[in-house]
Structures are given as structure tokens and as C-alpha cells.
């Protein structure tokens, strides 16, 4: 007999490839799966001595920029607007644990298309 037949060996193969896709399946981390703290769905308060521009996210996704209501598509001239005014400071973001998380992307891009990196999860 001249040939080898592979024919085995692919099935052997075949067999190994979907045992270790099965595996990297199971083995792979989940995605992101943050739990933002509790938050009461009042207005900021003002006593952060001036230091943070506190964004407020509710359950129903309604923003609140130091208790100014906005939108996710004012929320980007809020910020910017209060950035300029008030300087570079930090942006403490406040959400509910139900509030919708397209949201809170929306608030990390307009904090960066505002030009501040110093944000922060206010968690309980």
C-alpha cells in the first residue's frame, strides 16, 4: 500500500478543535457587568464645596447636571458649557442602578468631547 490514509487523523482532529472551542467558550470572561451603587433619585445637593460637577442619572434616564435637567443630546453644551465656566474639575457621575447604560456612555463621551478625563462612579 502506497498512500496513508489521514482520514483518522482528521477525525481526531476535528474532534480536539471542538473539545478546546467548547473550552475557550466556557473559559472566557463575561463582559462588562457593572453594578452601579444605589442612588435616590433627588436633585444634587450643593454642598460639594464647588470641587465636582455632580451628574445625576435616574432609573427613567432622566440627566441631571448639577440639578440643571438635560438630555442625551444637550448633555454635551451642558458639560462643556459648565466645564468652561467653572474650569477643569472632576465630573462625579451618580446613577441609579436601573438607569440605562447608553446613557452613561453618552455622559463618559461628552465629558471627553468637553475635554476632561477626570471622571468618576459616585457608587453607595
Known sequence: ???????????????????????????????????????????????????????????????????????SVTIYSVLAADLRKRGKKHISIIADVKAPYGIIIRILDAARAAGTEDVGFVTS
Open 1 to 71: 500500500m502506497a498512500e496513508i490514509n489521514i482520514t483518522p487523523f482528521t477525525d481526531v482532529l476535528l474532534v480536539l478543535l471542538i473539545i478546546f472551542m467548547i473550552l475557550a467558550a466556557l473559559s472566557a470572561p463575561p463582559g462588562f457587568e457593572k453594578q452601579l451603587g444605589k442612588s435616590s433619585n433627588a436633585p444634587a445637593t450643593n454642598n460639594n464645596n464647588h470641587n465636582n460637577i455632580e451628574v445625576d442619572v435616574t432609573s427613567r434616564g432622566v440627566i441631571l447636571v448639577d440639578g440643571v435637567k438635560a438630555n
